[in-house]
């Protein structure tokens, strides 16, 4: 009788089963090892994780307490005149917390560095920290580094720190301990004990944020994340609950008063994500700072009365010229504000996403893959048995969904479909053929240059090329202005390759602001930069790249050794299709440009060919 069951096919073929699972873990070990193959799979697994938590995000209900007080593009324009160009004399701020401290608000968190005086309005920074320190709700930021120099490393006052009694086991912070922190205004620190810091976490595969620090560590001590103070604050006032110190217990779960937040190994949270880009209740701050003047005036304010009574209102940069931009599972393009507006709402809502642990994971891939290895025995059609097997890891992948949605668990869905796919594959080998399926991956490049943060020559390359099907389409013309910085090398050479870099990120800076929001200015390499220029003839192209070349020659770059220097440039244009009907011929074309205007002396726009002149009139 035994050897009869020994004998059975179905035993058979179970033992094979077993050798291919034992089979693969072996080389899913091997390859994790010595190829670094997990972090490939771990690269895939969060851009799945990130289209999970997009679809979950849209059935969140974000706290309608919770107010983003935005400096965005409108306010940096709308109070130019006003207040002049950012940063703006710190008075603004304290005009602000005056008005919304009269207008009840439950607490007011700035991520904002107040860092250094500014130069002739010390008594604005004065009056900003007398005001900070008048009120009990108005919270500020302060951020760490890994600065070598521990030796002038200051100390922080004692009521910043936390008491943090920590019980895990695998929790120790190391991530996030620093060597130096940044101060801001003495004054400040002196006035209130109201400070968080805003160092933000992104995942070291992608560099996309994901996950919310807690606390940090510093000289042996522990200081909380903006986000984390201002919500254990405002649990305490509503919720009337005593907490003095902060608890991770055993399970690495971190506890504030009744509420418990899983934390990874890092001792991070998975920010549990609401609705999609600008998701909360946004206020500009022009509308906020122009009701506060009227206000003091008498006047009707531009915001209804009551409107952030009781609310919470972070205060923080939305304008993308001001770079204070991060990248999250929602948008390549994500308010760091916003970021903490969210993790704070994760906190009131004792909602954040726990990663199921590697050996769960483990687990589901060899029961999954034990079922498609059945379903291969058990059928014999192959095309039957492929759609039941197509259909097994579907299902699988809407419930991983399923389960971050309702219940804000992360359970992976790369390891066990590849899991299930070794098993399919190798079932099928052993049963019927050798077959084998190949799986390419690609990557998404990046549209953007690193150290300036224009678009790179890719991009520009791309929107040349819809500029001129667009122009051929509508019988139109664009523009293109090619830049190169004056006596580069030479600077280099003077200030050192560091204080180049921080050049070319000043001038590309001043580029995107001097030209309209439309216009495409990309690096087109080295110290050579480019601007598209559509629906411009050449006259138009040649009064803007003078416009250009003035803002940069009036313009104070600083370097980061405190060194004040003049920067100019030389330009050449070209214009579609009278000087090029090709990007080569373009590019050539401007180039002649940028070649005359280095020969006539630099610092201004190259003149036109001869053959040209027909341009200047068109």
């Known amino acids: 009788m035994i050897k009869k069951i020994w004998d059975k096919k179905l035993f058979r073929q179970i033992s094979y089963f077993l050798f291919i699972a034992l089979s693969i873990l072996f080389i899913w070990f091997i390859g994790q090892k010595v190829f670094n193959f997990g972090q490939l799979l771990e690269a895939y697994e969060l851009k799945t994780y990130d289209l999970r938590a997009t679809m979950a995000a849209k059935s969140r209900v974000i706290n309608p307490n919770i107010v983003i007080v935005s400096i965005d593009d409108d306010s940096l324009e709308i109070l130019q005149d006003e207040l002049g160009r950012w940063p703006w004399s710190r008075e603004v701020y304290s005009e602000t917390i005056h008005y919304l401290e009269k207008e009840n608000v439950d607490s007011v968190a700035f991520d904002l560095m107040f860092v250094g005086n500014q130069k002739g309005f010390e008594d604005k920074d004065l009056e900003l920290a007398k005001t900070i320190g008048k009120y009990d709700n108005v919270y500020t930021s302060m951020n760490f580094d890994y600065r070598e120099d521990n030796d002038k490393a200051p100390e922080l006052p004692e009521k910043f720190k936390i008491n943090l009694e920590n019980k895990s086991k695998n929790i120790d912070f190391s991530e996030f301990s620093f060597t130096y922190c940044r101060l801001i205004l003495d004054e400040i620190i002196e006035a209130t004990q109201n400070v968080g810091f805003i160092n933000f976490m992104r995942d070291p595969i992608d560099k996309i944020s994901r996950r919310s620090p807690t606390f940090f560590k510093y000289k042996d001590d522990y200081y909380p994340y903006l986000a984390l103070k201002v919500a254990t604050d405002y649990i305490k006032r509503q919720e009337k609950l005593k907490i003095d110190k902060y608890v991770i217990n055993e399970k ?35 509308k906020v700072y122009k009701s506060a ?106 419930w991983a969904s399923y389960l971050l949605e309702h219940y804000l668990l992360w359970v992976g869905i790369i390891s066990q479909i590849v899991f299930m796919t070794a098993t399919f594959t190798a079932m099928y080998i052993i049963k019927y053929v050798l077959k084998s399926k190949d799986f390419e991956y690609t990557y998404k490049l990046a549209t953007t240059d690193g150290l300036t943060g224009l678009y790179n020559h890719r991009y520009f390359q791309e929107k040349l090329k819809e500029n001129m099907k667009k122009a051929d389409k509508n019988n139109s013309n664009f523009s293109l202005v090619l830049i190169d910085i004056d006596f580069f090398k030479k600077f280099n050479d003077t200030y050192g390759h560091q204080a180049g870099d921080e050049v070319l990120r000043q001038v590309g800076y001043t580029l995107k602001k001097t030209v309209k929001p439309s216009d495409v200015v990309a690096r087109y390499g080295g110290e050579e930069m ?26 104070k770059f600083k370097l980061n050794e405190g ?36 020969a006539n002396g630099r610092n201004q726009v190259g003149q036109l060919p001869d053959n040209s002149n027909a341009v200047m009139s068109h």
């Open 252 to 286: 690495n779960e971190l506890i504030i008063g009744n509420r418990s937040f899983p934390l990874d190994e890092n001792g991070s949270i998975i920010i549990n994500w609401y609705g999609s880009h600008y998701t909360y209740n946004y206020i500009p701050f022009w």
């Open 563 to 598: 060194i004040t220097v003049n920067v100019t440039i030389s330009l050449g244009i070209a214009t579609y299709s009278v000087h090029g009907k090709t990007s080569t011929e373009l590019v050539e074309f401007a180039d002649k440009g940028l070649y005359s205007a280095k």
């Open 530 to 555: 480019v601007i598209i220029l559509p629906d411009a003839d050449t006259n138009s192209a040649i009064i803007i790249a003078n416009r250009v070349c003035k803002a940069i020659a009036e313009e």
């Open 293 to 398: 003047l009227s206000l003091k005036k008498g006047e009707p304010p531009l915001i209804a009365k009551n409107f952030f009574k009781d609310k919470i209102a972070f205060l923080g940069v939305t304008a993308v010229s001001l770079y204070d931009i991060k990248s999250t599972p929602l948008s390549s393009i994500y308010p760091g504000v916003e970021i903490q507006a969210t993790v704070l709402n994760n906190i009131l809502d004792n909602k954040s996403i726990q990663r199921a642990d590697k050996f769960v994971d483990i687990g589901i891939s060899f029961l999954l893959s034990f079922l498609i290895a059945l379903v291969v025995i058990k059928i014999r059609e192959p095309v039957i048995s492929s759609f039941i097997s197509i259909a097994i890891v579907l299902g699988y992948i809407f």
